[in-house]
Structure formats: structure tokens, C-alpha cells
């Protein structure tokens, strides 16, 4: 199983709904990303949190929020979204940036969204 | 041409059988290369590090070339568990929390 932690793991919403995917990590990891994945594609980087800030935001449009309450916490608000959204969300984390030697992502089950 | 390169596949062969993935990278400047293992809608997991030496778990033997930039992954006595996409990823430098993944190899281990 994998130790990061998605919720929900499905989630069907309308253009204007409001809602928020959540993932948790306690293996004391200080980056988490947000991923979108969709079908036959190979995961896009969307956000980078590095010791609680945001340090990477992939030109998302505004209507992908997230938010970082804690080391351990990773939320992605979503508002306003379009049916080409539709796609799995990945949340990920290693322990420190990526950009040291060896790191690794440890990658959460995914929420699978579809907008209608 | 893309940054990370694999071929999509699939890769169909029998059970028992013996493939290779190979992947190619751009920038010379990389610094670490995955080989992780994706099922159909679940979530990438690591399947193993590629290190200069090159590296064996198992059934898998992971080789880097530096000078041609290419990683390969071989698979022996393929088993139907190991049908899945293959996912060739590279940390491209020092400049950030950018790993760059390959489109994916998809493998289909028959009967």
C-alpha cells in the first residue's frame, strides 16, 4: 500500500461545482506535488510544495487552488472546472527537493475526476 | 524532439519471454533515472533506480549509458504480472523539482 494518502479516490462534478482532493503523507517528506494524468499520457507536473511553499506552479489555470496547510497535508481546490479536466490527480512526495541526488516520488493512488 | 523518449509499444510477448525497453534522454546534464511501473488506472511506482554501474533486482537489470543517453530495462522470464506500462523518468539537473517522464512503454505478457 502506498503511504501517501488520496481522498477520494473518485469524484464526478458539474462546471460549477466547488470541491477539494486531499492528500496526506507522515513519512515526514518536505516536497509534495500535484500531478494530472491523463488516459495513454505520462503524468504533467502541475504544483511543486517545497517545505510548505509553493515553488512550482506550471502555468495551471486559476481554477486549480492549492493549498499546503501542513508538512504532512497537500490540498488541491478546484472550481469552475471544464469537462478536458477530466483526468487521474496525482499527489506525490519526497523528502526533500528532486533536484538532490536519489530522490525519489512516492506517488498516492490517484483521485480519478470526471467533470460533466 | 522530446526531452525523455520511449517507445509506446506494446511490447506483446509470451510468458517466460525475455524483453528489453530502451529510453533516451536529451539533456546531458541529468542526473537520476527511474524505471517506474504504472498499472492501468493506478498510480506510478517505483520499480528501481538506474545507477551508472547499472543494477540488477531480480528478474529486472536496469543499464545507463551515458555517453549514447540512453537507460534500458530488461525483463526476464516475463510473468502475466508483469503487464503494465513502464515509465522512463529523469531528473534533467540541479535546477529544481523537475523530473521529466517518457511517454510510457506498455507491456503485455500473454499466456
Known amino acids: 500500500d502506498t503511504e501517501v494518502t488520496q481522498t477520494p479516490k473518485h469524484l464526478v462534478m458539474g462546471m460549477t461545482n466547488k470541491k477539494s482532493l486531499k492528500c496526506e503523507q507522515h513519512m515526514g517528506h518536505r516536497a509534495m506535488y500535484w500531478y494530472k494524468q491523463k488516459a495513454k499520457k505520462p503524468p504533467e507536473l502541475m504544483f511543486v510544495y517545497s517545505y510548505e511553499k509553493l515553488s512550482i506552479n506550471e502555468s495551471v489555470p486559476s481554477r486549480f487552488s492549492p493549498e499546503c496547510p501542513n508538512s504532512s497535508l497537500l490540498n488541491l481546490h478546484l472550481h469552475a472546472l471544464q469537462p478536458e479536466d477530466s483526468a487521474l490527480y496525482l499527489c506525490a512526495s519526497s523528502q526533500v527537493v528532486l533536484a538532490l541526488p536519489k530522490q525519489k516520488l512516492f506517488f498516492g493512488s490517484g483521485t480519478q475526476l470526471s467533470v460533466l | ?111
Do not use: H
Open chain 2, 1 to 111: 524532439r522530446k526531452e525523455v523518449e520511449q517507445d509506446p509499444g506494446p511490447f506483446n510477448v509470451p510468458e517466460g519471454a525475455t524483453v528489453a525497453f530502451n529510453c533516451t534522454y536529451s539533456n546531458s546534464a541529468s542526473q537520476s533515472f527511474f524505471w517506474y511501473r504504472q498499472d492501468c488506472r493506478k498510480e506510478p511506482k517505483l520499480l528501481m533506480s538506474v545507477y551508472s554501474s547499472g543494477n540488477e533486482d531480480g528478474r529486472f537489470t536496469a543499464q545507463l549509458n551515458r555517453a549514447s543517453q540512453y537507460i534500458s530495462l530488461l525483463i526476464r522470464d516475463s510473468k502475466l504480472s508483469d503487464s503494465a506500462t513502464y515509465l522512463c523518468v529523469v531528473t534533467p539537473d540541479n535546477a529544481g523539482n523537475m523530473l521529466t517522464f517518457g511517454g510510457g512503454t506498455r507491456l503485455m505478457v500473454k499466456p
